[in-house]
């Protein structure tokens, strides 16, 4: 009659050893899952950006602007820096050669109050100033590309606008687009 009330006890330790085991591995099972989640939210948000601009930059070639930016959005955490890429192109079917340089507005402006901020710079990746980039001498039918850099140095959550136009030597005709904005959504 003892051994089976020891083999009673024995059981029921096993059986409690082996279901603490089990909650153990589960939740950390769950914490490595949820980690997996989280990273994967991340990327996911980043690859479809990712894609956006490169729809954009497909879709955007050809389209009878001077100027274009891709993205024409972006989103930018505080603190954070993000890269747009600007195309100017020669569309002129005159065979002429230009020389293009983009030129920044003075500053940023927030959208809502549409005050100057310092707190969001837009550099041209070329010259590495926020007034232009280098000039461009394109044939007919040619194209460059520009990185722009937009930096966060402190702006607060909300929405910004950046203006851009091009300078071209010989002037172009009436009807081209030469004006573009950036539109800026600093988020945390």
């Known amino acids: 009659m003892i051994k089976s009330k020891r083999g009673a006890i024995e059981l029921s330790i ?28 991340g990327t996911t948000s980043g690859a479809f950006e ?9 879709l955007g070639g050809g389209t009878g602007n001077v100027i274009s930016l891709s993205p024409s959005q972006v989103s930018l955490e505080q603190g954070g820096t993000s890269r747009v890429k600007i195309s100017l192109a020669n569309i002129d079917p005159d065979q002429q050669d230009r020389a293009l340089i983009v030129k920044s507005a003075s500053s940023v402006k927030n959208a ?9 710079s837009c550099v041209f990746g070329d010259t590495g100033k926020t007034e232009n980039s280098a000039r461009y001498r394109l044939s007919s039918g040619f194209e460059a590309k520009v990185t722009l850099l937009v930096i966060d140095k402190g702006a607060a959550l909300g929405t910004y606008i950046c203006n851009f136009g091009v300078d071209s030597s010989p002037v172009f005709s009436v009807g081209y687009q030469l004006l573009d904005s950036l539109q800026i959504e600093v988020v945390r």
Request: charged share 20%; hydrophobic share 45%.
């Open 50 to 58: 990712k894609v956006d601009t490169e729809i954009e930059q497909i």
């Open 112 to 120: 809502r109050t549409n005050t100057d901020t310092t707190d969001i």
């Open 14 to 41: 096993t059986t409690i050893v082996v279901v603490v085991i089990g909650i153990t591995l589960l939740t950390l099972g769950l914490i490595w899952i949820n980690n997996i989640f989280d990273r994967l939210r």
